[in-house]
Nanobody
Framework: QVQLVESGGGLVQAGGSLRLSCAAS????????MAWFRQAPGKEREFVSA????????YYAESVKGRFTISRDNAENMVYLQMNTLKPEDTAVYYC?????????????????WGQGTQVTVSS
């Protein structure tokens, strides 16, 4: 069983920044593919970004490319999402996700574990 706990969400003005964190349990965290998804009110959950086990490969949704940066610290079992130049359309609940089999690229259907989510609200 893997537990994912997100933190770092909050209210920020457009143009501001937030850094989300995800603390993961599991002794083999360094082999997981990790990702962030988000879900806005009335919309389906959508992919935001993913990072391979080594941290050397990442990819992003077009809507966040150039503004968001995903990273991980395998020694601390942590994944981060640095979000800059935030826009009101980034408002959503952000979820941390794990594919414990380390598959790449990550597909939503391959996610084994989800966090409980953290709310990000961007005011205009």
């Amino acid at each position: 069983q893997v537990q994912l706990v997100e933190s770092g969400g909050g209210l920020v003005q457009a143009g501001g920044s937030l850094r989300l964190s995800c603390a993961a349990s599991g002794s083999t965290f360094s082999s997981y593919t990790m990702a962030w998804f988000r879900q806005a009110p009335g919309k389906e959950r959508e992919f935001v970004s993913a990072i391979r086990w080594s941290g050397l490969s990442t990819y992003y949704a077009e809507s966040v490319k150039g503004r968001f940066t995903i990273s991980r610290d395998n020694a601390e079992n942590m994944v981060y999402l640095q979000m800059n130049t935030l826009k009101p359309e980034d408002t959503a609940v952000y979820y941390c996700a794990a594919d414990v089999h380390g598959r790449w690229p990550l597909l939503a259907g391959n996610v084994n574990y989800w966090g409980q989510g953290t709310q990000v609200t961007v005011s205009s």
